[in-house]
């Protein structure tokens, strides 16, 4: 069989997705350009390997054979790098790292350190939120992650390495921020501007505000702390975010964080790697660091 590799790359991005538009956004492609080597595989093949049933597609039974072989290709590819990686040391080695959104207000302080200690580590950074993140690692995609609350579900080594308290911020000439002990209840009655579906801020809030039997009155999704924090400023609503995006607005007067009861929600921040993974001396310098630096950062 006359077959590439990125054919092949391609192909198990697709199959994992089964979605040609998920497996473009993950892979930095185009749509038709994943298609094309979709289609030149299938002719190297000489089967197709997926069928289309109404919306969906499927892997037909070669695509299942060939999504077989492809996962065990990557994984060992993988591996291979894994072990060049142990054998470059500290300098000379690769890191991929992933943080979330949040994550990345202090992360590249916390990198550019780092790299200033390390500079012959060569570091790629990956900012998502929280379900892309693991994604990337369930796929084995990434060395180190760093995120708030570890997922249940996948079999990780999560430690601590920060507090991440959540706050309820208001535009300063809002109603409520001149107000002290403000009673849970009272926010029943704003607009609440939310993070995306897939956010552990949202996550958080979500739990939080049901924990506590609050529905607020109306809310508004946007995908960024940014624009939520502008959105905020601009009169919109409430919201609620890491007190780690606020830095600037705070000392520049520009949005005010409210005194509301039970607040602020106690989060912490880990560093995360699958568990049995062998840490590169790149990545194990890299979760040291963190551990010990980051709260300088
Ligand atoms: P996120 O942050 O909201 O940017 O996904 C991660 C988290 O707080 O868990």
Redesign the pocket.
């Known amino acids: 069989m006359n077959l590439t590799l990125r054919q092949l790359q391609v192909f198990d991005a697709v199959a994992r997705h089964l979605s040609f538009t998920r497996a473009a956004e993950e892979l930095y492609l185009t749509q038709p350009a994943v298609s094309m080597q979709v289609k030149q595989l299938e002719g190297a093949v000489g089967l197709p390997l997926f069928e289309q049933l109404g919306k969906k597609i499927h892997l037909t039974e070669a695509g299942q054979a060939m999504h077989r072989c492809s996962r065990t290709i990557a994984e060992q590819l993988r591996e291979a790098q894994q072990l060049i990686e142990e054998l470059k040391g500290i300098e000379g080695g690769r890191l991929r790292i992933t943080v ?4 990345n207000y202090f992360a590249t302080r916390l990198l550019s350190a780092f790299c200033h200690r390390y500079p012959g580590v060569r570091v790629s950074l990956d900012v998502t ?2 379900e892309h993140l693991l994604r990337r690692l369930d796929a084995n995609e990434t060395d180190i992650a760093l ?3 570890p997922p249940a579900d996948l079999d990780v080594v999560a430690e601590p390495f920060m507090e ?1 308290p959540l706050v309820v911020i208001a535009a300063p000439d809002h109603a409520l921020s001149r107000e002290r002990r403000i009673p849970l209840k009272r926010l029943q009655q704003e607009t609440f501007l939310m ?1 995306e579906r897939g ?6 809030m979500e739990r939080f505000l049901a924990e506590h039997g609050i529905t607020p009155s109306s809310s508004i999704e946007m995908t960024s ?1 940014e624009a939520i924090k502008q959105s905020v400023e601009a009169g919109l609503g409430l919201g609620i975010v ?1 007190a780690h995006t606020l830095e600037l607005e705070l000392e520049v007067g520009r949005l005010k964080v409210l005194d509301v009861e039970s607040f602020p929600i106690m ?1 912490r921040w880990y560093v995360v790697y699958r568990k049995g993974k062998r840490l590169s001396a790149a990545a194990q310098a890299f979760k040291d660091f963190v551990l010990k630096e980051a709260h300088q950062c």
């Open positions: 979330a959104t949040t994550v939120n929280r995120m708030g609350q991440n993070r956010s552990g801020t949202r996550m958080a702390n890491s989060r």
